[in-house]
């Protein structure tokens, strides 16, 4: 799926060229499609594009490709040099690059990052790559012409895919302090012990990460410690709306890394359905409020009928007592003969 706006620099380099691209896509998260492209752009008089897979491509982790593009040329080959970036919007010194050379073919015409940065980093909004629903990449790249492609090129025109890219990335915005977690990387101290718990009940949690790398390991216990987290210092009164978004993001997050939640899955569903109970729960308090406002309204109505009552039984009374009978058409007595 084409997307975003795709704005380009060229500069001539000698016989070589260098152009500079930003692709802008707004309206992230609207798109809901397993691969999105930017348009084509031309360097070296042939098309490219770049390609995400912002839900990961058969990974826990955002995929980034540069594409070359020449379907109506046969056995077509362009050797680049190109440098991909995932750019932080709230902290440039943590803008996520990584380069390589290639040689792009007809049938090999992409090459990138299957493991660029996990998902669970990427979607966090406290990262800086997605801010006001907008996430920015750039991209650098030379193609350079076969005859000034020398031997030591070609050598390093198909590197091993690597699944880290070249770049330190520091966690962001922690609880507090960042401590080592069981040789698994830098977790915030504030999680440690709700993982050290939950980890002495259910042991599969540290088998099933031992064969991975530490940055994969790092995220997953923070996705996990995020989510312990979360369950520990919330209240029912808590899980309003928002609450709920962010737990059911933090879950789907926790789920790329392949633990066995079994365990942890009730308590989620659990925390998930207090917003229904929290409505019901408001429902019911203007219920009982109104039945209160009703009955005293009724107790009101039920003093006015006593007193009408009263009233209307002293009318009888009076009523019951009559007048004497006298001639209407007499004349009025003055005391004379």
């Known amino acids: 799926m084409v997307v975003g706006e795709l704005k380009n620099q060229h500069i001539h380099m ?17 798109w809901d499609s397993d691969e999105l492209c930017s348009e ?7 098309p490219w594009r770049i390609a995400i897979y912002p839900k990961g491509h058969n990974t826990g982790y955002l995929s980034i490709y540069l594409s070359g593009d020449l379907p109506n ?10 440098k991909l970036a995932l750019i ?28 660029f940065i996990p998902l669970v980093e990427f979607r966090n909004f406290r990262s800086g790559f997605i801010v006001n629903d907008t ?17 030591a090129d070609q ?10 890219p070249v770049v330190q990335v520091t966690n962001i915005n922690p609880l507090g302090d960042l401590v080592d977690f069981k040789s698994f990387g830098k977790i915030e101290k504030v999680f440690v012990p709700l993982l050290e718990e939950v980890c002495k009940l259910h042991p599969s949690l540290i088998d099933c990460q031992q064969k991975r790398s530490r940055r994969f390991t790092e995220w997953a216990f923070t996705a996990l410690g995020q989510i312990l987290h979360f369950l520990k210092s919330r209240k029912v009164k808590d899980m309003n709306a928002d609450a709920c978004s962010h737990l059911q993001l933090l879950w789907e997050e926790l789920q790329t890394f392949n633990f066995d939640l079994t365990w942890l899955q009730p308590h989620i569903q659990s925390a998930l359905s207090m917003k229904n109970y929290i409505e019901k729960a408001v429902q019911l ?13 009724t107790k009101s109505l039920k003093e006015k009928i006593f007193t009408a009552e009263v009233d209307l039984e002293i009318a009888r009374r009076d009523l019951a007592k009559g007048l004497e009978e006298r001639d209407l058409d007499a004349d009025l007595a003055y005391g004379g003969p």
């Open 14 to 30: 000698g016989d070589k060229m260098l152009q500079k691209l930003t692709w802008t896509i707004n309206n992230f998260s609207k």
């Open 40 to 46: 084509n752009f031309y360097v070296g008089g042939h």
């Open 73 to 82: 040329f046969d056995a077509w080959s362009r050797f680049a040099n190109f």
């Open 88 to 115: 932080n919007q709230l902290n440039a010194k943590k803008t996520i690059t990584a380069g390589s050379q290639y040689k792009f073919s007809e049938s090999e015409p992409d090459y990138g990052w299957p493991e």
């Open 135 to 151: 996430c920015i990449v750039e991209a650098e790249i030379t193609v350079v012409k076969p005859e000034h492609v020398t031997q």
């Open 155 to 164: 050598v390093v025109s198909k590197p091993v895919v690597c699944s880290e």
């Open 285 to 297: 308090k203007a219920m009982k409020e109104n039945l209160a406002t009703l009955e005293m309204e």
